[in-house]
């Protein structure tokens, strides 16, 4: 199985609400990562943890606040969201975390409206 | 840095017309190379991938070689159908810090009529 999970599927939340973004995967992947898809481009990356440690922040803006509570779980944690935030936002897994020749497997994302 | 290239879109072809999507890639080290396809509305589903020099990838009826001579991963389908529509992007994988990067192209919007 090679299931990466994300809840919800949409959400659309006012610039001074508090929301999170939730990612699962149950294949003993040991990195993980979310990504940012504005329209009609490809995705961008955002962070990337390399069992349970963040390893790279692609200069994302302090909004963005990501947590990894288990080895199988990612969130995202978002407030004071500014409307040009509005995305898709993925998750992906790989199982190791410095092995170019694997696969990152991404969810279906979050599609996020920021009004 | 490292980047990668695709032929620009959109593409419309009809039904069991043959395909090919252009891809061509810069990098240093050795990276390894994919190719992905998201569906309207989902997420990215590996399609394809080869790790080395001369591999071929295929899934599907879809097949790409990975040629490092003229740093290229080009997709190809013999004869494609209205369900292969979507947005095809090409990718490599990269080392950065300790971690993987994939660096995607800039995709290719392929729609095929019946």
């Known amino acids: 199985d090679t299931e990466v999970t994300q809840t919800p599927k949409h959400l659309v939340m006012g610039m001074t609400n508090k929301k999170s973004l939730k990612c699962e995967q149950h294949?003993?992947?040991?990195?993980m990562y979310w990504y940012k898809q504005k329209a009609k481009k490809p995705p961008e990356l955002m962070f990337v943890?390399?069992?349970?440690?963040?390893?790279i922040n692609e200069s994302v803006p302090s909004r963005f606040s990501p947590e990894c509570p288990n080895s199988s779980l990612l969130n995202l944690h978002l407030h004071a969201l500014q409307p040009e935030d509005s995305a898709l936002y993925l998750c992906?897994?790989?199982?190791?975390?410095?092995?170019?020749?694997?696969?990152?497997?991404f969810g279906p994302g979050t599609r996020l409206t920021v009004l | 840095g490292d980047s990668v290239t695709q032929m620009e879109g959109p593409v419309t072809l009809s039904e069991e017309a043959f395909l090919t999507i252009n891809c061509t890639y810069t990098?240093?080290?050795?990276?390894?190379l994919f190719w992905y396809v998201q569906y309207p509305g989902e997420g990215l589903q590996l399609l394809l991938k080869a790790t080395k020099a001369d591999d071929k990838g295929s899934n599907k009826g879809f097949e790409a070689t990975y040629r490092k001579e003229t740093t290229s991963f080009h997709l190809e389908k013999g004869s494609v159908q209205v369900s292969d529509s979507a947005v095809y992007f090409c990718?490599?994988?990269?080392?950065?810090?300790?971690?993987?990067?994939?660096?995607f192209g800039q995709g290719t919007r392929l729609t095929i009529n019946p």
């Open positions: 992906a897994s790989s199982p190791r975390d410095s092995e170019v020749t694997d696969t990152q497997y």
């Open positions: 294949m003993g992947h040991r990195a």
């Open positions: 990098a240093t080290g050795y990276p390894s």
């Open positions: 943890y390399s069992y349970e440690k963040l390893s």
């Open positions: 990718a490599l994988n990269t080392i950065i810090q300790g971690a993987q990067k994939l660096v």
